[in-house]
């Protein structure tokens, strides 16, 4: 069990690719995830890697014109909100809450967000398991995947 998380541990995030994050995530179990999210420091570095990436990730030519605030709400030893604002083909991704209206909150635990984030679990399995929540426009998040390039493990 320490093998899957030391390697998270001990992952350069600059030189791993989607791809390879979307395999090392694959191999840990929920159980695993959520203690290694007990590490606050490391829980941190992960979550700012993972949503540092969501803007490079982006799809602007899928989003068009499209103008919509996203708020990630991350629970686990200490709720983490983040924030992705798409905007006429741009999306900027910031750590903490604003004031502002978003169109759709998510929240889930450690453990579901970095799978649905890696491409390693699907959202409609999550909500309907009720690891997923979603407070606001319930149509606009089933479609937020396309949004991205999720790597596929």
Excluded: H
């Excluded at 014109?65 to 030893?77: E, F, H, Y």
């Excluded at 699907?122 to 426009?137: E, H, N, Q």
Aim: proline share 3%.
């Amino acid at each position: 069990m320490a093998d899957g998380i030391d390697a998270l541990a001990e992952l350069d995030f600059a030189t791993v690719t989607p791809e390879e994050f979307a395999k090392i995530v694959k191999k840990l179990s929920t159980k695993e995830i959520n203690q290694l999210a007990q590490d606050g420091e490391l829980r941190d570095r992960v979550l700012a890697e993972v949503f540092g990436r969501m803007g490079r990730q982006f799809k602007p030519e899928t989003a068009g014109s499209l103008k919509a605030l996203v708020r990630w709400k991350i629970t686990g030893i200490e709720e983490k909100v983040y924030e992705t604002d798409i905007d006429n083909g741009s999306c900027q991704v910031r750590e903490g809450r604003t004031e502002a209206e978003p169109r759709v909150t998510i929240i889930l635990g450690d453990a579901e967000f970095l799978k649905l984030a890696s491409g390693n679990a699907s959202p409609v399995t999550l909500f309907m398991m009720r690891k997923l929540k979603i407070a606001g426009d319930v149509g606009f998040a089933s479609g937020l995947t396309r949004y991205f390039d999720i790597p596929k493990a």
